[in-house]
């Protein structure tokens, strides 16, 4: 029996540098308090001994109810505790619905003790995640007529693990939406100002194990950051005409499936982050009260598929016909960064659309620039610009200045001017506006790609942009400038942003993640009143919609598609929604995006094609269970997934093969760096299309690649119906690329069913 014995504390100093990108820079604040709060609470101040919190799985098998799993869990702690009221003290939750487990504080001598327990079959310790559209819907060509089967998406229910939600929001309206469907056993918790559920958001709980007061949040399913109310209104929110931020991105705003309804779990807290405990819970009530699908906007370090709780709760989801579709992470381009990548899992990608917003910038010697980012100030006035190293407070703190960082700049020489300043943290505007300066420019070489807002006149600029700016403050004796209001702009689309997380994936080198790609850039979906627009100190903007940017907006957009599928065939299993999306995928240009698809997975969701794909590539729970045994899992680590110890991986793997997934992607890791190497994937098709259908294979292969498919084509008479096929990959070694991009398309008269074939080295 092992168990983590990582602490979040460790993990976060050995994390690479995180602070690279959009969502990473937003959530700074987040992640320092994080450690602010777990070095708070990771101390018993009775007994000074380092306690923790872990998650300890009993097994599979459900007792009658919470009372009785309860009191057998206090059962398992008395024994270690030594005593009932010991016991009490550290359980922190029974988890009785969708598993059997609990959490619980222990030291690390208890814990390492209680994992040698017989009725233990696995545990591990708590961490702490972090959080990772008028237009997206209309650039990936699923327009608001777009065929419905209204009856079957209203009977729809989207469970979203976020921040909470507003219902106050005209998203969230029920107008039209009958009761909630029958086999909803979910309940709506009416808590500090949290006005309650409707028949749009049908269920609204919260999970807060950890029970340390956050005077950010409030103890209920409200959402104050705005996160899950953006999520949720584009998965599932219902038409608002006229949504926009402050003119911008105006149109009609929408969620993929309208008519479906939501149920909220609150995981995620201002201060603390999501925590494993919590999510855990989210997924144990979610299963039972009847969700179809779950969309999970949150991400962290994960350390395997049976260490975490979104692998292994998504895993219990799946053996109950529950996809999970998760963020991929915004931890890119640095590559193996993917998260949420268990084989159960869609893990999805951010692309940007053909929308972008750009700011002129007017030099007083007639000269205009241009930058990016949202700017919402229009005074149209000219304003002094110096540059932040310039008006540092004192000599010490030039280099500071020049980042314009907290107290480096003088608030005397900053008073009524533009300041130009390189970007290290977010917030410069915040820091220069509360120095009494107008606004700043940003000169950076990332989030360039990202409209970031900003709380007062400002704007993002290149480096060469930036260095003309500097170049003329220096040059000129009284410089000044202008930032006009941001535009809106066509921007060639559809490219992957420079934040979202690459493959090859951390997990498992057979196995291509990112799944697929969707809009996750600049989208505009609804927002909170509990917050301003940046969150930043001294920022007064509110607004109803607003413009966020990650993976975690992406999420919800192939989620909302896995939905829309669902509406059309209510029976199909999470693997053949998934085959679904990522076979029908737009192809992506691996000449925008190199790292082709460890950037983008299949390509581009297509909503309208995933509805009919003609073939899937189906799966179950066995399949996955065999996959991991390949992996080099054992049975013992294998028992928090399938719920019982006798696991024997010998008896279950099948002697030929590649590997035992019947995935619609295949991927090659090669070894060696000289000799040729060679896969078989065997795969099994399911006709879904018209029952009588021929497909040929097409394959599209790249110099010094190989690939052969036997047979080259498949004919079937029935629904239904199977048919095995084997693909043959030779390769020979890579000398300049690190990725090579290969196909095989199965085509039909009526469909192109697609799979992209990977063959990389490291
Ligand atoms: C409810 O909202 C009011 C006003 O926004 C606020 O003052 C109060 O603290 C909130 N209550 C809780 C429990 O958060
Ligand atoms: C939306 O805005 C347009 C133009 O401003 C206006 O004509 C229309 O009535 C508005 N529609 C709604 C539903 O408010
Ligand atoms: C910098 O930005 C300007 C204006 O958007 C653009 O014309 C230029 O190509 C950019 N330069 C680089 C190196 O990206
Ligand atoms: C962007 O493209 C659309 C059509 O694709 C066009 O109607 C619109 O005027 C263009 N906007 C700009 C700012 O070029
Ligand atoms: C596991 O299965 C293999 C192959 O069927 C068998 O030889 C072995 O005895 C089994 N081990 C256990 C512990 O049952
Ligand atoms: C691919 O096939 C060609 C022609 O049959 C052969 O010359 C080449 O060596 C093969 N390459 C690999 C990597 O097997």
Not at 315 to 343: C, E, Q, W, Y
Not at 453 to 478: C, L, Q, R, W
Not at 700 to 715: C, D, E, M
Request: net charge positive; proline share 5%; with cysteine.
């Amino acid at each position: 029996m092992s168990y983590m014995k990582q602490s979040i504390i460790l993990r976060k100093v050995a994390m690479p540098p995180r602070f690279e990108n959009t969502l990473k820079i937003l959530l700074t604040i987040f992640l320092l308090s994080i450690s602010a709060v777990l070095a708070a609470t990771t101390i018993d101040p009775d007994d000074d001994v380092e306690k923790k919190y872990y998650i300890v799985y009993l097994g599979n098998h459900q007792p009658e109810d919470e009372a009785s799993a309860n009191r057998a869990h206090i059962d398992v702690l008395s024994n270690l505790k030594g005593s009932e009221f010991d016991a009490r003290e550290s359980i922190v939750h029974s988890y009785h619905k969708s598993f059997n487990a609990f959490a619980a504080r222990l030291s690390n001598d208890e814990a390492e003790t209680l994992s040698d327990y017989d009725e233990v079959l696995w545990m591990f310790e708590n961490k702490y995640h972090k959080l990772h559209t008028t237009r997206s819907w209309d650039f990936v060509r699923f327009p608001q007529s777009a065929k419905r089967k209204l009856k079957t998406e209203s009977n729809i229910i989207v469970g979203l693990f976020d921040t909470g939600i507003t219902p106050e929001s005209e998203s969230f309206k029920d107008d039209g939406l009958g009761p909630p469907p029958t086999k909803w056993r979910g309940t709506c918790v009416h808590h500090a100002n949290f006005s309650g559920c409707n028949n749009k958001i049908v269920g609204a709980r919260y999970f807060k194990l950890d029970n340390v007061p956050d005077p950010s949040d409030t103890l209920s399913p409200i959402d104050v950051e705005g996160h899950g109310t953006h999520t949720s209104s584009t998965l599932a929110g219902t038409l608002v005409p006229n949504a926009s931020l402050s003119d911008l991105a105006a149109g009609t705003a929408r969620g993929a499936v309208p008519s479906a309804r939501i149920a909220v779990y609150k995981v995620c807290w201002a201060s603390s982050g999501c925590s494993d405990m919590d999510i855990l819970a989210a997924f144990d009530h979610a299963i039972s009260d009847g969700v179809d699908l779950i969309s999970i906007s949150i991400g962290g370090p994960s350390a395997g598929y049976v260490s975490d709780s979104i692998s292994i709760g998504s895993f219990h989801a799946m053996r109950k016909g529950i996809l999970t579709v998760g963020s991929a992470g915004n931890d890119g381009p640095t590559s193996g960064t993917v998260s949420n990548h268990a084989p159960w899992m869609l893990s999805v990608a951010a692309s940007g659309i053909d929308r972008g917003f750009r700011s002129k910038i007017s030099l007083g010697n007639g000269n205009s620039v241009s930058g990016a980012g949202i700017d919402l100030f229009d005074s149209g006035r000219s304003f002094s610009i110096v540059s932040g190293e310039d008006v540092a407070k004192n000599s010490d703190n030039k280099e500071n200045a020049r980042y314009c960082l907290e107290d480096s700049i003088s608030s005397s020489k900053v008073k009524g001017k533009l300041v130009l300043c390189k970007l290290q943290n977010w917030g410069v505007d915040s820091v220069v506006k509360g120095n009494g300066g107008v606004g700043a420019i940003v000169a950076s070489s990332r989030f360039l790609d990202v409209a970031m807002i900003f709380m007062a006149p400002g704007t993002i600029v290149n480096y060469t942009v930036g260095e003309k700016i500097y170049d003329y403050i220096h040059k000129s004796s009284s410089p000044t400038a202008t930032i006009h209001r941001s535009q809106e702009v066509n921007i060639s689309a559809p490219f992957i942003g420079s934040f979202s997380s690459r493959g090859p994936n951390p997990g498992s080198v057979r196995l291509l993640k990112p799944d697929i790609a969707a809009p996750g850039i600049d989208i505009l979906a609804a927002y909170t009143p509990l917050k301003s627009l940046t969150g930043l100190k001294g920022d007064n903007q509110h607004s109803k919609f607003t413009i966020m940017s990650g993976t975690s907006m992406a999420c919800p957009h192939a989620a909302g598609v896995a939905a829309y599928v669902k509406s059309f065939h209510p029976k199909w299993s999470p693997a053949a929604i998934r085959s679904s999306i990522v076979t029908t995928a737009r192809p992506m240009s691996s000449r925008l995006n190199k790292d082709a698809e460890f950037a983008y997975g299949a390509g581009q969701i297509n909503p309208l094609k995933a509805k009919s794909p003609g073939l899937v590539y189906d799966m179950d729970e066995l399949s996955y269970i065999q996959f991991l045994c390949k992996e080099g899992y054992s049975g013992a680590s294998l028992s928090v997934l399938v719920g019982s110890k006798s696991i024997n991986c010998s008896a279950l793997v099948p002697a030929f093969g590649h590997d035992s997934l019947n995935y619609p992607t295949m991927q090659l890791k090669l070894k060696n760096k000289k000799e040729p190497a060679m896969a078989v994937f065997r795969r099994r098709v399911t006709n879904v299309g018209p029952s009588n259908s021929v497909y040929n294979a097409i394959v599209r292969a790249p110099k010094g690649v190989n690939i052969t498919v036997k047979p080259t084509r498949l004919s079937f008479s029935r629904a239904l119906e199977m048919r095995s096929f084997k693909v043959v990959v030779k390769a020979n070694p890579l000398s300049g690329a690190k990725i090579l991009s290969a196909s095989l398309i199965w085509k039909s008269s009526r469909h192109v069913v697609r799979s992209p074939i990977v063959i990389y080295k490291t």
